[in-house]
């Protein structure tokens, strides 16, 4: 990694840099990408990875009965013709 990578990850995140700014993000960039080796390298023996899977795609159930359009309508202060009236709002 060099002061060119840091200048091109400024610009992506849309970041003003000084010089001395750079040298320092450079320096902690390195210093992560050497943890990162350190931890690609670590051996995990006997550990099998855990998928949790559920299905987001599922159809909605309506799982309780207690809520109704009535019985909101009941409890509101003011409705009319079943919607609920508030106060104008600018």
Excluded: H
Excluded at 39 to 50: A, F, H, S, Y
Excluded at 64 to 84: E, M, P, R, T, Y
């Amino acid at each position: 990694m060099d002061i060119k990578d840091v200048e091109k990850l400024a610009e992506l995140a849309k970041i003003e840099l000084k010089e001395e700014e750079k040298e320092t993000v450079l320096k902690d960039m390195e210093g992560i990408l050497e943890y990162v080796k350190v931890i690609e390298n670590v051996e995990v023996p006997d550990v099998e990875p855990v998928y949790n899977q559920k299905n987001v795609w599922r159809e909605d159930e309506i799982k309780s009965s207690v809520f109704s359009n009535d019985l909101i309508i009941k409890q509101f202060g003011d409705a009319q013709d079943g919607f609920l009236k508030v106060k104008k709002i600018l």
